[in-house]
């Protein structure tokens, strides 16, 4: 069992930025596989980014390219989303999650609660 726990959410206007945690805990974080996912009002839950589990590889949504960074910190069993350039689209709840391998839109093992971005026009 993982718990993992989000932070960081917010309102900002376009243009500006946030940076997300997700703290976990109850397995060996450095063996973990991590990412996120975000879901907008009315639309289905879509893949945001992942990372593997020692960090050396790096995976994005086409949408997201070249403005968010996710990275992790092993000692601290923390893994981050840096948003730049925040557009409205990029309104929505932000999900952290542990996945089953890295890659592109991979398979999740467990949820966070979720955290809130809007960002405003």
């Known amino acids: 069992q993982v718990q993992l726990v989000e932070s960081g959410g917010g309102a900002v206007q376009a243009g500006g930025s946030l940076k997300l945690s997700c703290a976990a805990s109850g397995r060996t974080f450095s063996f973990l596989a991590m990412g996120w996912f975000r879901q907008a009002p009315g639309k289905e839950r879509e893949f945001v980014a992942a990372i593997s589990y020692l960090g050396g590889s790096t995976y994005y949504a086409d949408s997201v390219k070249g403005r968010f960074t996710i990275s992790r910190d092993n000692a601290k069993n923390t893994v981050f989303l840096q948003m730049n350039s925040l557009k409205p689209e990029d309104t929505g709840v932000y999900y952290c999650?542990?996945?089953?391998?890295?890659?592109?839109?991979?398979?999740?093992?467990?949820w966070g609660q979720g955290t809130q971005v809007t960002v405003s026009a």
């Open positions: 999650a542990q996945l089953r391998k890295a890659g592109s839109n991979p398979p999740v093992d467990y």
